[in-house]
């Protein structure tokens, strides 16, 4: 069975620095690699996926995604942290057949001006 | 939201009583699927469909029914709810080709007292 693993609860960045939010997965075959992100009071939006090729995949408000297959992680990063990005982070796998996905259970981005 | 929409938005109901929530999309997504939200739980998967009166079972599906009579349409019923059942619970669909990234309703935050 896959699962996913976001080993921080929350992770704390002063605005203008570069942040990474840790994911790790385990899964059979090839994943199928999401990030989402969930604002207050709110549903998750898409930030950005992995499905194949360049390992590292740019996605919406300037966040990105670094696949390393042998670590199976897929760590979200972002140059310049704002203090807009302040959220909960959610990664989440797909296994290479089936219609469903795995949540990890999310780390919260704090972003300190 | 990708245009769906849930309801109730919120409820408090009874231990005992049914609950059922509604998830409503208007671009003719083939799956559906429920989902609940819990502190340190992440997102778990209740049921999905994938198609019309087509539907399955998710990680944690005891104590819940689903019902897809139309496209549009996915109804999530709690037969008897229970004080464990308190939880926020999202809608999603799936995108169309083949990247398998979920969209996400607004959520519903059911408080069973």
């Known amino acids: 069975a896959q699962s996913v693993a976001q080993p921080e609860d929350q992770v704390n960045v002063a605005e203008g620095n570069p942040l990474t939010v840790k994911c790790t997965y385990s899964v059979s075959g090839n994943p199928y690699l999401f990030w989402y992100v969930q604002y207050p009071n709110r549903g998750l939006q898409f930030l950005l996926k992995?499905?194949?090729?360049?390992?590292l995949v740019k996605g919406s408000y300037g966040f990105e995604a670094e696949y390393t297959k042998s670590q199976t992680s897929f760590h979200l990063k972002k140059p310049s942290a704002l203090v807009s990005d302040s959220a909960l982070y959610f990664c989440?796998?797909?296994?290479?057949?089936?219609?469903?996905?795995?949540f990890g259970g999310g780390t919260r981005l704090m972003v300190k001006p | 939201d990708a245009g769906i929409t849930q309801s109730p938005r919120h409820k408090v109901t009874e231990t005992g009583t049914p609950v059922t929530l509604r998830c409503h999309q208007t671009?003719?997504?083939?799956?559906m699927y429920w989902y609940r939200q819990d502190p340190g739980h992440g997102l778990r998967l209740i049921h999905y469909?994938?198609?019309?009166?087509?539907?399955d079972k998710g990680e944690v599906s005891d104590g819940y029914s689903v019902s897809r009579s139309k496209t549009e349409d996915f109804l999530l019923t709690l037969e008897s709810a229970t004080s464990s059942q308190t939880s926020v619970y999202f809608c999603?669909?799936?995108?169309?080709?083949?990247?398998?990234?979920?969209?996400f309703g607004p959520g519903t935050r059911l408080t069973v007292t």
């Open positions: 671009e003719n997504h083939r799956y």
């Open positions: 999603a669909i799936r995108g169309t080709g083949n990247t398998y990234e979920q969209y």
């Open positions: 469909s994938y198609g019309v009166k087509d539907t």
């Open positions: 989440a796998v797909r296994p290479n057949a089936g219609n469903m996905l795995t």
């Open positions: 992995y499905i194949t090729g360049d390992n």
